[in-house]
């Protein structure tokens, strides 16, 4: 028999569930808190739970819970990068980091990615599978537990195409921000995507207040094309279209993701071009200089060029910053502490 997965279940089917069991309507409120508001790891901890229901649960359900194999903390800046190891042994990065407005996670939702970008190193082996809800949510309370710190913010950046995983990824955003779990604000949950339109538009339906966040990184089809295959499916204005359907739809300012690689997409034309092509939208532009990865030869322009860049995106008055690199100590970019940390290979 396989176990129901107890922590991806919102409080009404947990609710149901227990029901089913010839239990209390109002066990699903302690057990649901126990889950998501005193981050439990055991049935054995929920102290007004009888042994009974508790040896019950342990039977039928698994609780979903991530296990810590490595962690590195930034000298620098305090940031920490941690590799978690799932039940069948795959393995997900996810990093916390402290500003100014608070703390925020950056989440993995897949292990590997299909999308095939050029300059990524999480779709190298390709996709594995996908993240359940609880296993994106326990990112988040491990992270929570580990720092006793509250995380304010959510960004669903790291490894995978969390659109690619639509329903997890809704079923997710929906447990993080109930105000029985940790209650993090909608407004503070940015989702990441490479461009799948149709999941675009569908999020827009949700009646959701979250971020979405565009991994642009071109001004042009034919450039786009080159970094990213996903281009071969939604062209750039379809994509841009259905960006400007998600701030029509949710209010809801979009975030353009640039990563600025030395000699391919950072010049002053294609500065304009960007420029002209997301002008009449009301959004934001965050320009990453590319993280080289190991497997690709791709490179960051120097400073002055990446300044230059920004500097004429102003001229053209996009809103634009450069991201700042947290953790530049500890392991470069996304995805390569799995892959370093892989078991049986690299270190
Ligand atoms: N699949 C989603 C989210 C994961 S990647 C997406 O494509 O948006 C998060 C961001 O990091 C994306 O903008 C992605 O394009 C970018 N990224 C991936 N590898 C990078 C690298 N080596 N240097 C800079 N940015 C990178």
Redesign the pocket.
Same mark, same amino acid.
């Given at each position: 028999m396989t176990k129901s997965d107890i922590k991806s279940w919102n409080q009404k089917e947990l609710e149901e569930f227990l029901v089913s069991l010839g239990e209390k309507p109002f066990r699903a409120r302690q057990i649901y808190s126990w889950l998501h508001q005193r981050l439990a790891v055991s049935f054995q901890e929920m102290t007004d739970i009888s042994k009974a229901l508790k040896e019950k649960l342990a039977s039928c359900c698994k609780l979903t819970g991530l296990c810590q194999v490595r962690r590195q903390i930034s000298a620098v800046d305090g940031t920490r990068k941690y590799l978690f190891e799932l039940d069948d042994g795959n393995r997900v990065e996810s990093v916390w980091m402290r500003y100014q407005h608070g703390n925020s996670v950056c989440i993995s939702s897949q292990v590997g990615?299909r999308?095939g970008?050029r300059?990524?190193?999480?779709t190298i082996d390709g996709l594995v599978r996908n993240l359940t809800p609880a296993e994106m949510l326990d990112q988040v309370y491990r992270i929570t537990a580990d720092t006793g710190e509250r995380v304010s913010h959510v960004v669903?950046?790291?490894?995978?195409?969390?659109l690619d995983n639509y329903e997890n990824l809704l079923k997710f955003v929906k447990l993080l921000t109930d105000e029985r779990g940790l209650h993090i604000s909608q407004r503070n949950v940015t989702v990441?995507? /490479?461009g799948l339109v149709p999941k675009i538009r569908a999020l827009a339906e949700e009646e959701l207040a979250i971020t979405l966040?565009l991994?642009l990184?071109a001004s042009s089809q034919e450039k786009r094309l080159a970094l990213m295959p996903v281009a071969n499916k939604y062209e750039i204005h379809q994509v841009v279209d259905a960006c400007r359907y998600y701030f029509e739809k949710t209010g809801r300012r979009i975030t353009f993701?640039y990563?600025l690689v030395g000699g391919v997409n950072d010049g002053e034309e294609d500065a304009r071009e960007l420029a002209a092509l997301i002008s009449d939208l009301n959004c934001h532009v965050n320009l990453?200089p590319?993280?080289?990865?190991l497997e690709r030869d791709?490179v960051q322009p120097d400073p002055a060029r990446i300044q230059n860049f920004k500097n004429k995106l102003e001229k053209y008055g996009i809103n634009v910053t450069i991201r700042r690199e947290m953790g530049r100590d500890i392991d470069g970019? /996304?995805?390569q502490l799995r892959r370093r940390y892989a078991p049986g290979g690299g270190e």
């Open positions: 990615c999308m970008c300059f990524c190193a999480s669903v950046m790291g490894m995978g195409e969390p990441s995507t /490479c966040a991994s990184h993701e990563a990453i590319v993280n080289p990865v791709f970019a /996304c995805g």
